[in-house]
């Protein structure tokens, strides 16, 4: 199993904060890799928020071949941060040649354009440079987005972090909101794409276990959006539904939970939305998930969302003190960042509800 987590709090936090979550859950990894999406920035990015961010790793040509297409396209970088790497050769990771995390301000003519508009141009200029970076294996772009940072690496995830010092509580990595996973996707092919968690215009979504209507989810969101690719991973599936139900269709998240596991028909029939469901049903049906997994995601606002599939056969547990709440796939997660929590406040997630946490920190139970 994957071992997966979240935390959202009222003041910015560092990294360390969300290993300190993860690694107790060890027996979940398998030293095969760490990623994570911050969300909601302080420290060096905190006066670009309305600005995007791109995430990239690459070599030197990669960085020459985004140099220019930026150039070319109007982007002008406005601030960097650039991480100081320790280069331990004892370290389990396989680590790129450069790593990018920069600020631009958008071409002049976005600027005043609408936010759908900013919105299409910012996901076609990372899909431009995912390709452009393909070739010869220059590098890969994670995420291009305002107020977003999405670090992947493949090794030890304690390696990764030492690496990049993430437990050195540095001042200008910090973020009110961080989804994290410490382990590659071991079902296919180990490559960065297909760590969680996984990202498409403002939203982000990690997941443990496995999705068997995976080529039936893929092969309907390959004709209904082009940002939806890559599908290294079975559980971006996941990401691609939420995004199509909440972004495309604009439906609110409850409804989520009707797609990817709808209630039995004679358990819908009883409802005084049966109709709604049942069409629900009949239109999205290759959108449906099966097997065992547990889903943490976060929207653009940075509500944090949990839900599990309808035999609830991944674990996953909810803690929260005043100023933070966080989501585990463990309880000693919890135990290691929260030791003082009410216990009795602690939430399991159940099959049929999906849980929101939004930025004051409530806690809110939608039962299907």
Same mark, same amino acid.
């Given at each position: 199993?994957?071992?997966?987590?979240?935390?959202?709090?009222?003041?910015?936090?560092?990294?360390?904060?969300?290993?300190?979550?993860?690694?107790?859950?060890?027996?979940?990894? #398998?030293?095969?890799?760490?990623?994570?999406?911050?969300?909601?920035?302080?420290?060096?990015?905190?006066?670009?928020? #309305?600005?995007?961010?791109?995430?990239?790793?690459?070599?030197?040509?990669?960085?020459?071949?985004?140099?220019?297409?930026?150039?070319?396209?109007?982007?002008?970088?406005?601030?960097?941060?650039?991480?100081?790497?320790?280069?331990?050769?004892?370290?389990?990771?396989?680590?790129?040649?450069?790593?990018?995390?920069?600020?631009?301000?958008?071409?002049?003519?976005?600027?005043?354009?609408?936010?759908?508009?900013?919105?299409?141009?910012?996901?076609?200029?990372?899909?431009?440079?995912?390709?452009?970076?393909?070739?010869?294996?220059?590098?890969?772009?994670?995420?291009?987005?305002?107020?977003?940072?999405?670090?992947?690496?493949?090794?030890?995830?304690?390696?990764?972090?030492?690496?990049?010092?993430?437990?050195? #509580?540095?001042?200008?990595?910090?973020?009110?909101?961080?989804?994290?996973?410490?382990?590659?996707?071991?079902?296919?092919?180990?490559?960065?794409?297909?760590?969680?968690?996984?990202?498409?215009?403002?939203?982000?979504?990690?997941?443990?276990?496995?999705?068997?209507?995976?080529?039936?989810?893929?092969?309907?969101?390959?004709?209904?959006?082009?940002?939806?690719?890559?599908?290294?991973?079975?559980?971006?599936?996941?990401?691609?539904?939420?995004?199509?139900?909440?972004?495309?269709?604009?439906?609110?998240?409850?409804?989520?939970?009707?797609?990817?596991?709808?209630?039995?028909?004679?358990?819908?029939?009883?409802?005084?939305?049966?109709?709604?469901?049942?069409?629900?049903?009949?239109?999205?049906?290759?959108?449906?998930?099966?097997?065992?997994?547990?889903?943490?995601?976060?929207?653009?606002?940075?509500?944090?969302?949990?839900?599990? #599939?309808?035999?609830?056969?991944?674990?996953?547990?909810?803690?929260?003190?005043?100023?933070?709440?966080?989501?585990?796939?463990?309880?000693?997660?919890?135990?290691?960042?929260?030791?003082?929590?009410?216990?009795?406040?602690?939430?399991?997630?159940?099959?049929?509800?999906?849980?929101?946490?939004?930025?004051?920190?409530?806690?809110?139970?939608?039962?299907?």
């Amino acid at each position: 199993m994957c071992r997966i987590g979240a935390i959202k709090s009222t003041t910015p936090f560092s990294p360390k904060i969300a290993l300190e979550l993860m690694l107790p859950q060890q027996e979940g990894h #398998d030293n095969s890799g760490f990623a994570l999406v911050m969300q909601d920035l302080a420290g060096a990015f905190v006066h670009y928020k #309305d600005k995007p961010l791109l995430s990239m790793a690459c070599t030197d040509k990669g960085i020459q071949l985004v140099n220019a297409y930026m150039e070319q396209h109007g982007f002008v970088q406005l601030a960097q941060w650039v991480p100081d790497v320790c280069k331990n050769q004892n370290l389990n990771i396989r680590a790129m040649p450069r790593y990018v995390f920069r600020t631009y301000d958008l071409p002049e003519i976005y600027q005043y354009r609408s936010q759908a508009a900013r919105e299409d141009f910012l996901l076609d200029s990372r899909l431009e440079l995912r390709e452009l970076l393909s070739v010869d294996n220059n590098g890969y772009v994670y995420s291009f987005w305002p107020d977003v940072l999405t670090l992947k690496e493949i090794g030890d995830p304690y390696d990764i972090a030492t690496y990049f010092h993430l437990w050195d #509580d540095d001042s200008r990595l910090l973020a009110k909101n961080i989804v994290v996973q410490c382990r590659q996707n071991t079902n296919y092919d180990i490559v960065r794409y297909a760590a969680h968690p996984f990202f498409i215009q403002g939203y982000t979504l990690c997941a443990n276990g496995e999705n068997t209507f995976f080529t039936k989810n893929m092969e309907l969101q390959k004709s209904l959006h082009r940002g939806y690719i890559g599908f290294e991973s079975d559980s971006q599936t996941f990401l691609y539904s939420l995004h199509y139900v909440l972004h495309e269709l604009k439906w609110p998240i409850n409804y989520f939970k009707h797609v990817i596991t709808p209630l039995l028909p004679e358990e819908a029939q009883e409802r005084p939305d049966a109709k709604v469901l049942a069409l629900i049903r009949k239109s999205l049906a290759n959108l449906e998930i099966n097997g065992p997994n547990t889903i943490i995601a976060m929207l653009p606002d940075s509500t944090l969302v949990s839900v599990c #599939d309808a035999k609830k056969l991944r674990p996953v547990v909810i803690g929260r003190d005043k100023n933070l709440v966080a989501i585990s796939s463990e309880v000693c997660g919890l135990n290691a960042i929260l030791p003082h929590r009410n216990l009795s406040e602690d939430i399991y997630t159940t099959e049929r509800e999906l849980i929101t946490i939004n930025n004051a920190l409530e806690v809110k139970r939608w039962k299907q």
